[in-house]
């Protein structure tokens, strides 16, 4: 079975700085990986995905993602955070075929500081 | 604009009295799912639907039913909800064929049992 790990249950950051958050999976085959962003009091919202090609993705409000098959990883990046980018954020995977389900790793909190 | 509702955005029911939870969607996808989230954790999935077809996780207690009556409506239902229950359920949507079409959140019922 396909699982995440985030490695980072909390991550505070100053606003304009940068910040990373990372995501390693374990899959014996090709996956799909994707973020998710929760704010407070609401469902999730899609960041971005990885499903093949490039292994740069880039999504929405200025994050990025980097898959990486030899480390296993699929760390999210933003050059340069604002206020309102305080919430929590979920790595999860998916097999690319015959199994529709997504499975979630248990979270970042990123607090974005003045 | 296309998108899954959920009703009621919070909900308080007595333990162990029957509570429903609803979705509707007017994307009009094939698969819909009722994942519950415990305070700062991970979404968990509970079942999920591919059009008519049930499918629940091995995990999920009896406690947790589901009806999906046409396409549009998905409904979760909790028979003697306990203080363990309280969690925000999230419905989501996705077309058949994998995560990789993504899937859309609604934003969530908060269940509190007193």
């Known amino acids: 079975a396909q699982s995440v790990t985030q490695l980072d249950s909390q991550v505070p950051v100053f606003e304009e700085a940068p910040v990373e958050l990372r995501c390693n999976y374990s899959s014996s085959v090709s996956v799909y990986l994707f973020w998710y962003v929760q704010y407070p009091n609401q469902g999730l919202q899609l960041l971005l995905k990885?499903?093949?090609?490039?292994?740069l993705v880039k999504g929405i409000n200025g994050f990025e993602a980097e898959f990486n098959k030899s480390q296993t990883s699929f760390h999210l990046r933003k050059p340069s955070v604002h206020i309102s980018d305080t919430a929590e954020y979920f790595c999860?995977?998916?097999?690319?075929?015959?199994?529709?389900?997504?499975?979630f790793g248990a979270g970042t909190t990123v607090t974005v500081r003045a | 604009d296309a998108m899954v509702i959920q009703n009621p955005r919070y909900q308080v029911t007595q333990f162990g009295k029957p509570v429903t939870l609803s979705c509707s969607q007017t994307?009009?996808?094939?698969?819909m799912y009722w994942y519950q989230q415990k305070s700062s954790q991970a979404p968990k999935l509970l079942f999920h639907?591919?059009?008519?077809?049930?499918?629940n996780e091995a995990d999920t207690p009896d406690n947790f039913q589901s009806r999906r009556p046409n396409t549009s409506f998905c409904f979760l239902d909790i028979r003697s909800p306990g203080l363990g229950d309280a969690a925000m359920y999230l419905c989501?949507?996705?077309?058949?064929?994998?995560?990789?079409?993504?899937?859309?959140f609604g934003s969530g019922t908060r269940l509190t049992v007193v």
């Open positions: 994307l009009n996808h094939n698969v």
């Open positions: 999860a995977v998916s097999l690319p075929i015959g199994d529709y389900k997504l499975s």
């Open positions: 990885y499903l093949s090609g490039s292994t």
């Open positions: 989501a949507t996705s077309r058949g064929g994998g995560a990789g079409y993504g899937y859309t």
């Open positions: 639907y591919y059009d008519k077809d049930f499918n």
